[in-house]
């Protein structure tokens, strides 16, 4: 009997889950007057000009791997540019960033690494890193493990927000590349890798702050919908930004994936899997009613 192609589920993590919790907290979030529940940022408004848009996440078990290849540094530029990048998908520029890091031990140049990691990416963002928390758990976190996690805050006006409410067949759909893996999808990675020797710069390339490219993009078209993706993929992410009965259309074969997906392939994960689970050489979509010169078109609505 042949054996089981690798997958997200079989690596201990369930997409499924992590959708059925969102929809069971909904009607929680929503009772306090919130709106908007599973975008990429959350939106406050702060009078009636403005929203603040917030968005929190963690490096995830891709930080195991960092600490095994002594690149802690890149664990924090990670999670900066990803939290940066949920809250400019709300149309909003970075404000300031916090962070909390935890372990059952802590060891300051662990620390150290991670923080100046994440700084040097806010720094590229002009995002004030604030403040933030470190605890020391015993107990809590077994022996030598290491969390990091953070929250950004942006600023948007009103009439700059991007919702993806206007979206409608015939956009088209323009995708910024992905320097690698970015911070999805390591528990199955690691359970490929095992306890072996693996290539960092290939596997743990950081996060892509992808803060630039959205500004030049909006200067030059209608940006009706903007998601980072993440967890679920290309087409799970950019279905938390449609309207009902709005569906992407994908031309996998429109762009070139880093090497590190073909590693996956080698390795036995399925297109079907690689597609639900990792972000394909794709990190970040736009929708827009026609795409600029030079856009990579990726795909349509319909």
Same mark, same amino acid.
């Given at each position: ?156 006006? $009103? ?116 597609? $639900? ?26």
């Amino acid at each position: 009997m042949s054996e089981k192609p690798p997958t997200y589920d079989s690596a201990g993590v369930s997409l499924a889950t992590a959708n059925a919790v969102v929809d069971r907290l909904r009607s929680a979030v929503e009772s306090t007057g919130a709106t908007g529940f599973g975008h990429f940022a959350g939106l406050y408004p702060l009078d009636e000009r403005r929203f603040l848009a917030a968005s929190t996440d963690s490096v995830g078990s891709k930080l195991l791997l960092h600490r095994r290849a002594g690149t802690l540094r890149w664990g924090g530029m990670d999670l900066a540019a990803h939290c940066i990048n949920d809250v400019l998908c709300s149309g909003a520029e970075p404000l300031f960033f916090l962070d909390y890091v935890a372990a059952e031990h802590i060891e300051l140049e662990q620390v150290a690494e991670l923080v100046e990691g994440a700084a040097e990416v806010c720094r590229r963002a002009g995002c004030m890193l604030i403040g933030g928390e470190t605890a020391e758990l015993p107990g809590v976190y077994r022996e030598n493990e290491l969390d990091f996690a953070g929250t950004c805050v942006g600023l948007v006006e $009103r009439d700059r927000v991007v919702d993806g409410s206007r979206c409608a067949p015939g956009d088209v759909i323009v995708g910024f590349p992905s320097d690698g893996i970015h911070t999805n999808g390591f528990s199955l990675v690691r359970a490929l890798v095992g306890d072996g020797d693996f290539d960092a710069d290939l596997l743990l390339t950081p996060h892509r702050l992808y803060l630039d490219e959205v500004r030049a993009l909006r200067a030059e078209a209608d940006v009706k919908a903007l998601a980072h993706v993440t967890g679920g993929g290309i087409l799970g992410n950019l279905s938390r930004v449609l309207p009902d009965g709005v569906h992407a259309r994908i031309d996998w074969n429109s762009w070139t994936r880093p090497p590190v997906f073909q590693w996956l392939a080698d390795r036995g994960v399925e297109e079907e899997e690689a597609r $639900r689970v990792f972000n394909l050489g794709i990190g970040m979509c736009a929708v827009v009613p026609e795409a600029p010169a030079g856009a990579t078109v990726i795909g349509a609505l319909e």
